[in-house]
């Protein structure tokens, strides 16, 4: 079966610390994964595409194929990293985990 | 560039009416694009596949007769919730993939729909 998984609801960290969010996923080929943020009130944006292997706002994410994990990691938390934060898996549609709020105090 | 922009943002309807959400890609040509449901504090549920010129491919549970979806142009999908009810009441977004691969899937801003 097709599935996301990000374990944690919520993940509170203060300014500074580092942050990594979980994701695992299960699928039978060769995974596409995404991750995706949406600050409140805003549309859902995509942060990460496992395939670029780039770091955008600080955060990467690699892909571990023997543990079939895509967790997004940064170093120093921002108080504008706070926002949900969504894994995606393609197949030929984009099936979404449960997402995690990411809470980042001052 | 990629952009999808969704309306209307917000609708308000009374029990029993239909209300029409449209989905369009500004600036490029969307043969696919999909349809979620998101509820509060909650992840976003695919609800169905809108393929243009075809019919759409809808997600198990998801009532085609109350979820009627048309995708009759590159960039345009709308959906039409029928004999709306108050359960009915929540947040649809709607999604395109880009031709180039690096936009991933670009999502429209949403639209909360009440019924009341």
């Known amino acids: 079966a097709q599935r996301v998984t990000q374990p944690e609801k919520l993940l509170s960290v203060f300014k500074g610390a580092p942050v990594e969010l979980k994701c695992n996923y299960s699928y039978s080929g060769s995974p596409e994964l995404f991750w995706y943020v949406q600050y409140s009130r805003q549309r859902l944006q995509l942060l990460l595409r496992?395939?670029s292997r780039e770091s955008i706002k600080g955060f990467t994410a690699d892909l571990n194929k023997g543990e079939t994990s895509f967790h997004l990691k940064k170093p120093f938390a921002q108080e504008e990293d706070s926002a949900m934060y969504y894994c995606a898996l393609n197949t030929d549609k984009l099936i979404f985990g449960t997402g995690t709020r990411l809470q980042v105090f001052p | 560039g990629a952009v999808v922009s969704q309306h209307p943002s917000r609708v308000i309807c009374k029990s029993g009416t239909s209300v029409k959400i449209e989905c369009r890609s500004l600036?490029?040509?969307?043969?696919?694009m999909f349809w979620y449901r998101q509820f509060p504090k909650q992840s976003l549920m695919l609800m169905a596949t809108s393929n243009e010129g075809s019919k759409a491919t809808y997600e198990q549970g998801v009532e085609k007769d109350k979820f009627l979806i048309n995708h009759a142009s590159l960039t345009l999908s709308t959906l039409t919730v029928t004999s709306a009810h108050p359960e009915d009441s929540s947040f649809y977004i709607c999604s395109a993939r880009p031709p180039t691969v690096k936009y991933g899937y670009t999502f429209g801003s949403g639209t909360r729909l009440t019924v009341v």
């Open positions: 496992h395939i």
């Open positions: 600036d490029f040509q969307a043969t696919t």
